[in-house]
């Protein structure tokens, strides 16, 4: 994440906010919706489940606030991670989804989704920037 961070700080605020075809649109947004998953996942980890409006929800207005939030938290799953046990990573993980279902997995399989998922992402990043000519 931090080396997609430090490509966005060059970039225009109007590049920044622009409708780039991204499913979130922006980069902007695109960037808050990754902030979002991770504290929402981090959140179920931790047992602080927090409550969302939405997956579009802006939870950062100010992009430079936004970056540091971004790093705090890939800051925190770095330690949470590297507490787990294999016996940890290989056990059931119970939590519940966004509509309140209760859901069991593993929980290695639920961390490979979630870093799936913001790696899915940065990639939709780094395309957008590289088209704003920031690759």
């Known amino acids: 994440m931090s080396k997609v961070l430090a490509v966005v700080k060059d970039i225009p605020d109007e590049a920044y906010h622009k409708d780039m075809g991204l499913f979130f649109h922006s980069l ?12 929402l996942w981090y959140g179920r980890f931790v047992g602080q489940q927090i409550s969302i409006t939405g997956l579009d929800q802006q939870l950062v207005a100010d992009r430079h606030q936004l970056s540091d939030a971004l790093l705090q938290q890939a800051t925190a799953w770095v330690e949470l991670v ?13 939590y519940r989804d966004t509509k309140g279902h209760e859901l069991t997995r593993l929980r290695g399989e639920v961390l490979d989704h979630v870093f799936n998922h913001g790696t899915h992402h940065r990639g939709q990043l780094s ?6 000519g920031f690759g």
């Open 82 to 94: 590297s507490a787990l046990s294999d016996q940890e990573l290989q056990g059931e993980f119970t």
């Open 28 to 39: 902007h947004a695109t960037l808050n919706h990754i902030l979002l998953a991770d504290r």
């Open 127 to 132: 395309a957008a920037m590289t088209q704003l």
